[in-house]
């Protein structure tokens, strides 16, 4: 046992620990325990459930074909979002996952990426990139946000609801995902080659294991979730948060913390090319799969979700998308660049504390 324990990184002990609160979180819930307490319980045992369901994705995408591995990463690479998503669109908290789907796109290119270059500035004075990927990465974004922005200001201008719209739009932004991953893995692959960390793509476990870990992992994250829905109203009630600081804060931070880990990670090994596209692959994979599938399966659900997103949350998305296309436009990042990015995602966080 003990030699085992010491071939585990630190992080992979940290993960094991942290399962502890499963069974705790289902616990407190059975006895009607304090709802903090049991939002703070579920969300301490789903950090580890999504960092095993990204490592299970990971490890069958590596051994399968590039067709099944990129389907394999559209279905789960956002299964939590996904799966918080239609537990909260079924509880009626639909402003709560509009502002985590806004708040993922800002987190991933704000955060992930501008934590990224400030951490690995501090070793590299300046590193390079890939400057095509970049930026066919940061224009498919600014897409996918101004198609997510024109319901918004549709209803803003004119006063009407935008189900129809929101629909259309959803379906459109679908598509074009998926032609882009034609884009990306077929007609114009050569475009988005990268120097790959040999110790971090080599595969450890087998198909079975990361099928098997992958299934249990999903169903224990869809329990998880259902118990932070739950409690998350009483929560509010009993604190200062509001619903939209929780999505487009909390919500979107448990959700990206695996992309935020990895990026670092890799900027730190000099790949900051690799680190850039987690960020924006995770920013629009969020934009053009995620939103549109909880659009489509809304109505299904019991609620009606749109993309009329509120004001706040068109500029925070706006000022990302700007920002990120101006930084990926020479090849060339430093960690004050970093800094910027991860200042403004600061910002913008403040900012939605405050707002009532």
Known sequence: MQEYLKKLSFWTILKLGLLVFIPITVWFDLIGFNPVAITVASILGILPLISFIAKATEELTSRTSTIVGSLLNVTFGNAFEIIIGILAIKAGL??????????????????????????????????????????????????????????????????????????????????????????????????????????????????????????????????????????????????????????????AVIGNIPELLTAITLGIRNNITQSIEIGLNSSMQIALFAAPLLVLLSPLLGSELTLAFSPFQMVGMILAVVIINYLSSDGVCNWLEGLQLTAMYILIAVVFFFIN
């Open 94 to 251: 639909i402003g709560m996952i509009k502002a985590a789907l806004a708040g993922s796109i800002i987190l991933n290119i704000l955060l992930v990426i501008g934590a990224s270059m400030l951490l690995s500035g501090f070793k590299y004075k300046e590193q390079t990139f890939n400057r095509e990927s970049a930026g066919i990465g940061s224009t498919m974004l600014l897409l996918a946000v101004a198609g997510l922005l024109l319901p918004s200001l549709y209803s803003v201008i004119a006063g009407e609801p935008v189900v129809i719209m929101s629909r259309v739009v959803a379906i459109t932004l679908a598509m074009t995902y998926v032609l882009a991953l034609v884009f990306m893995l077929g007609t114009h692959r050569h475009l988005f080659k990268t120097k790959l960390d040999v110790e971090d793509h080599k595969t450890h476990w087998g198909i079975k294991k990361s099928s098997l870990v992958l299934i249990v992992c999903v169903g224990l994250a869809i329990l998880q979730s259902e118990i932070l829905v739950s409690n998350i109203t009483p929560v509010i009630e009993a604190t200062a948060l509001t619903e939209e600081f929780v999505g487009m804060v909390i919500i």
